[in-house]
């Protein structure tokens, strides 16, 4: 199923559930910040999101900047460079071993749960924006 045709939800990083959660890691091992994307939200306002495919939804997960760092830094399963913990990487690897929705749609330069090269985050470039150039408001 294509992006195209998934329902988009947009949703907050602490109303996800753990399994949810624990998923997003794999896929973003090296943290978030880097990954977030801009969308416009209701009543037009510019977002930032970080981008999580499932085989049923395509999520965008509602965080500022600020967020990603501050989640990344508060959680044990990251060490003090913002990286996943081999043994929780390799441990969590196994527990979704059989989902193939985070093989065949959310690869990324930060991971290697594949490269089939449908959609990675290089086709995206043009919605990141550099956070130096926008208004504190937008953040």
């Known amino acids: 199923m294509s992006t195209k045709n998934k329902p988009k939800v ?3 990083y602490d109303k996800l559930n753990e ?4 998923q997003i890691k794999l896929v973003y091992p090296k943290g978030f910040r880097e990954h977030l994307i801009t969308f416009t ?4 306002e510019k977002r930032k ?3 999580f495919e499932t085989e049923e939804k395509y999520y ?3 965080m500022t900047v600020e967020e990603a760092i501050f989640v990344i830094a508060e959680d044990d399963d990251y060490d003090d460079n913002g990286n ?3 043994k929780v990487q390799s441990k969590l690897a196994v527990k979704y071993d059989d989902e193939d929705f985070l093989d065949e749609y959310n690869d990324n330069e930060d991971n290697d749960l594949g490269n089939n090269g449908d959609i990675s985050i290089d086709d995206l470039n043009e919605d990141v924006v550099d956070e130096s150039s926008i208004n504190e408001d937008y953040k």
């Not at 399994?19 to 624990?22: A, D, G, S």
């Open 10 to 12: 947009i949703k907050d």
């Open 19 to 22: 399994e949810t959660l624990e």
């Open 49 to 51: 999101g970080l981008p």
């Open 60 to 62: 965008l997960i509602r």
């Open 41 to 44: 939200g209701k009543g037009g």
């Open 84 to 86: 996943l913990k081999p």
